[in-house]
């Protein structure tokens, strides 16, 4: 299985899109006037404190507060959860990291537990434990890397927890001790310009987007790392040289003309992205809905009808949706509660082929997700840790036309409300002026075909003349009554 990076720059947005075997699996897109929060360090004041919620309000210098929760703060593990009023009061300073972006109307959310991550390690300057990835699997490989960092803490009298990420499998001492000597060196850095800065301030920025890429994702796996900026190629060189010289070899300056995303057709796996429906390639097809609570998915059999039996057909579509599920999800970076309508299967073997599937594919995604069982409603219940704005969030905005509802009201109804409004207003104005209607085409249309007679009922109900007329820069659902 191999992997490819692609980097588009432009001047004011940077997309890099993961591609396994082919197929755009991830896309990341950061732009100059809203760069992501999450994993950058501030010096902050506490602003409210809420017990009610054991939780606070803090500034970190934003136009929206940020929220601390007493589950993101550091105390001791072994005692009782305090009261949020023991370790904050309003007007406190502290040093938080930004967990997530702000999301919606949601400001950022924080914690005062601290960690930094390298190429191959994570430093929590709080902490007392070594850990390592769940990914690694290999018993032995676990203590050995576990091993070398016991030595290099008891050497060098080192604080604070390290968690040893994936990219360290197979990596020697050597490099493990440099990533821990640059982590070191780093936190001196924060604690120093913590005690310079005021109040609220940035104290470290988490690096661009191309950067974040290679240390994260580029792993043994990955191939090729395309970039169609000269300098952005330059940086990236001047980064892997530093701390990832084995990916050196793999940085590709692309210099075509045929856009990069144009030739993996990244673009119009983007367009796909932001529809409703997702086609399988039986021609089943999948239904996603994406609102503030949750995320739903409905799975359905389509135009496909080529099992032997109801059942057949039925499970080699789940098993099919497993697949492009997972996809999705990463794709779309799609987080929270998420709510999986597979087609109802009667096999008991059937179900858990088909759990067991989804499991399996979920596997390379970078988020923690947590699957539990079927409920009583054959609805698998999920959920994805969300950092930052879904795909659809980032690249579009609510409908000015239906304001996000996804309808609108038909001609039909905007007529009998143009009805209503006009007894309102002949009975507030006692005067003998006529009415005058400016309207959608659509409407005025219907109101001089179908709703003709009641138009002529209404006339003579209040006496008084209707006359209408096109707005074409209205939509369908506005309108205006005025006295003519």
Request: charged letters at 25%.
């Amino acid at each position: 299985m191999s992997d490819e990076l692609l980097i588009n720059v432009t001047p004011m947005e940077c997309r890099v899109a993961l591609v396994e075997n082919g197929t755009v699996n991830e896309l990341f897109v950061e732009r100059a006037v809203k760069r992501g929060l999450v994993g950058n360090i501030y010096k902050a004041k506490v602003v409210r404190v809420l017990p009610g919620m054991q939780a606070a309000f803090v500034d970190i210098g934003l136009s929206r507060t940020a929220f601390l929760h007493i589950n993101d703060m550091v105390w001791p593990r072994n005692q009782p959860i305090p009261n949020v009023f023991e370790l904050l009061q309003p007007g406190q300073i502290l040093t938080v990291q930004v967990m997530k972006d702000m999301l919606g109307t949601k400001g950022a959310r924080l914690s005062t537990d601290l960690s930094i991550p390298s190429r191959y390690l994570v430093l929590m300057p709080f902490g007392s434990h070594i850990g390592v990835s769940q990914r690694i699997e290999s018993e032995e490989e676990r203590d050995r890397l576990r091993g070398i960092i016991e030595k290099i803490q008891t050497e060098h009298k080192l604080p604070g927890s390290v968690i040893v990420r994936t990219a360290a499998e197979g990596v020697d001492e050597a490099s493990i001790a440099q990533d821990m000597c640059y982590l070191t060196k780093l936190w001196e850095y924060i604690q120093r310009k913590q005690k310079s800065v005021v109040v609220p301030s940035l104290i470290f920025e988490e690096l661009p987007l191309p950067q974040r890429v290679i240390r994260d994702l580029a792993s043994q796996k990955t191939e090729k790392i395309y970039v169609d900026s000269r300098e952005v190629h330059a940086k990236l060189k001047e980064f892997i040289e530093e701390f990832v010289p084995t990916l050196e070899k793999h940085l590709i300056h692309y210099p075509g003309e045929r856009p990069i995303f144009d030739l993996y057709n990244v673009e119009e796996d983007i367009q796909k992205a932001l529809q409703t429906r997702v086609a399988l390639k039986s021609g089943g097809y999948l239904m996603i809905d994406q609102t503030e609570a949750m995320t739903t998915i409905d799975v359905n059999t389509g135009s496909y009808v080529g099992g032997r039996t109801l059942e057949d057909t039925v499970f080699k579509t789940n098993m099919e949706s497993t697949q492009v599920i997972a996809r999705q999800l990463r794709l779309r970076n799609l987080g929270g509660i998420i709510i999986i309508d597979f087609i109802d299967m009667q096999e008991v073997t059937h179900r858990q082929e088909v759990m067991e599937q989804f499991e399996k594919m979920l596997e390379r995604d970078h988020a923690k997700t947590k699957i539990t069982q079927v409920s009583e409603l054959g609805l698998v219940e999920m959920t994805r840790k969300r950092t930052r704005e879904s795909l659809e969030h980032l690249l579009c905005e609510s409908c000015p036309t239906c304001q996000g509802r996804g309808y609108v009201k038909s001609a039909e109804t905007v007529c009998y409300e143009i009805f209503r409004e006009i007894l309102r207003y002949s009975r507030a104005f006692q005067s003998q002026s006529g009415f005058t209607v400016i309207a959608h085409p659509l409407v005025i249309d219907r109101l001089l075909t179908a709703e003709a007679p009641a138009v002529a009922d209404l006339e003579h109900f209040i006496n008084r003349v209707i006359k209408f007329q096109v707005e074409n820069l209205y939509t369908q659902e506005q309108y205006d009554v005025i006295l003519s």
